[in-house]
């Protein structure tokens, strides 16, 4: 695990959309209880916390274990990327984030790793999960104000990591991380999560890995 591990972020969550509602209950459900040991290796996890539209950064910090970006360096990359733009596209034009999937790409190349779309017609035990270092996944949801759901969609951010060979969901918009499992859990929460439809999956890997292909199993 890359770097050491410090206390979470601090930060309001937002809601989520229905669509994400039902797993984030699941999920956030499997983070409550449990033995003393899976209590402790939460509190080892490092967990950024919702704030504005930073999803893509706290996903980024959650996937990495440590605070590599923020919002100034997010913004840096969108200038790179678009450096002519008089609105540019890669973020929101209020300055409040919502990167999209060009932002987390060119972060993750700056320390030589790399984002692999996951094309949803393969099967989940292709997944050589050893190669992995976490997955960072995008599902739509609905903007709130206060108590109040605007008829607003944008797509939200979320990592999963494992520690000790445990996985865990740590969307920026739960509480704490909520404990998955194992590589069977995790397939199976990656297939419930790709069932909806509208999201999408990437694996986080070293470039050399992404260059070699190995992080897909032979057929």
């Not at 969550?13 to 039902?22: F, L």
């Not at 740590?170 to 194992?182: C, E, N, Q, T, Y």
């Not at 790709?194 to 992404?210: I, N, Y």
Request: include cysteine.
């Amino acid at each position: 695990m890359p770097g050491a591990v410090v206390p979470a972020g601090a930060g309001n969550a937002a809601a989520a959309g229905p669509g994400a509602a039902s797993w984030q209950r699941r999920s956030g459900a499997m983070s409550e209880g449990g033995s003393e040991e899976e209590a402790s290796e939460r509190r080892e996890l490092y967990h950024e916390r919702q704030r504005l539209e930073l999803c893509a950064v706290h996903a980024l910090n959650n996937v990495l274990q440590r605070p590599c970006f923020t919002q100034e360096a997010a913004d840096e990359i969108c200038k790179r990327l678009a450096p002519e733009a008089r609105l540019n596209p890669h973020r929101s034009v209020l300055g409040t984030g919502n990167y999209d999937v060009n932002v987390i790409m060119a972060a993750l190349q700056s320390l030589e790793l790399a984002a692999v779309w996951w094309d949803k017609r393969r099967s989940l035990e292709r997944l050589a999960l050893g190669r992995i270092v976490g997955f960072i996944l995008n599902v739509p949801s609905n903007v709130s104000l206060g108590f109040v759901s605007l008829p607003v969609s944008r797509k939200h951010w979320l990592a999963v990591r494992q520690l000790r060979g445990t996985y865990y969901n740590l969307d920026s918009k739960l509480k704490a991380p909520a404990r998955i499992g194992g590589e069977g859990e995790l397939r199976t929460f990656l297939r419930q999560f790709l069932s909806q439809g509208l999201c999408e999956v990437f694996l986080v890997v070293p470039k050399a890995v992404e260059e070699a292909g190995a992080w897909l199993n032979p057929e």
